[in-house]
T-cell receptor
Framework: DTGVSQDPRHKITKRGQNVTFRCDPI?????LYWYRQTLGQGPEFLTY????????KSRLLSDRFSAERPKGSFSTLEIQRTEQGDSAMYLC????????????FGEGSWLTVV | GNSVTQMEGPVTLSEEAFLTINCTYT??????LFWYVQYPGEGLQLLLK?????DKGSNKGFEATYRKETTSFHLEKGSVQVSDSAVYFC????????????FGAGTRLAVHP
């Protein structure tokens, strides 16, 4: 079963460092999403790709955050100059790309900024 | 704007008890509604969904009915098991071509033998 794969699963970094997370969506899924989840809260939408095009970005995605999906397959989420408030789980999800289709989530990448 | 409100947890039940987790929403248009479950140490899994008013989603003994008149999508199960212990998230998918999910804060369920 090849679901949504995220790497790394856990990352501890010092404040001010840059981190990058990778997401491999389910094969043939055109849509890819990034969400952020903090302890005790539900996931919050960050950004959405249709193939390689980034079509929507949340206001939560400050200019220190950048997401790419260069070939319309895997995606990366980079956080520059990390802050303690960036500590969260970063979830990637994908869907086929047909109307209001089912979204499948990966297991997430935990970020701890110390 | 669009939002989802869930009952606060934790909900603690004995095995075989009846479960209800309340969920209400505010939305423009006609969103799809979802319940996701997150088991300890795992990612979110879709539990069930309903795409229009009066639809009933069901899976693994869980069910929820899309009630437009009360803007609700309450999750129910007739007899819970210890293995149902998890965090349950209600979500709505915004209309307009693709699903941008808006989640509630989650409700933790603990089932004891």
């Amino acid at each position: 079963d090849t679901g949504v794969s995220q790497d790394p699963r856990h990352k501890i970094t010092k404040r001010g460092q840059n981190v990058t997370f990778r997401c491999d969506p389910i094969s043939e899924h055109n849509r890819l999403y990034w969400y952020r989840q903090t302890l005790g809260q539900g996931p919050e939408f960050l950004t959405y790709f249709q193939n390689e095009a980034q079509l929507e970005k949340s206001r939560l995605l400050s200019d220190r955050f950048s997401a790419e999906r260069p070939k319309g397959s895997f995606s990366t989420l980079e956080i520059q100059r990390t802050e303690q408030g960036d500590s969260a789980m970063y979830l990637c999800a994908s869907s086929l790309g047909q109307g209001a289709d089912t979204i499948y989530f990966g297991e997430g990448s935990w970020l701890t900024v110390v | 704007g669009n939002s989802v409100t869930q009952m606060e947890g934790p909900v603690t039940l004995s095995e075989e008890a009846f479960l209800t987790i309340n969920c209400t929403y505010t939305a423009t248009g006609y969103p799809s509604l979802f319940w996701y479950v997150q088991y300890p140490g795992e990612g979110l899994q879709l539990l069930l969904k309903a795409t229009k008013a009066d639809d009933k989603g069901s899976n693994k003994g869980f069910e929820a009915t899309y009630r437009k008149e009360t803007t609700s999508f309450h999750l129910e199960k007739g007899s819970v098991q210890v293995s149902d212990s998890a965090v349950y998230f209600c979500a709505l998918g915004t209309a307009g071509g693709y699903n941008k999910l808006i989640f509630g804060a989650g409700t933790r369920l603990a089932v004891h033998p």
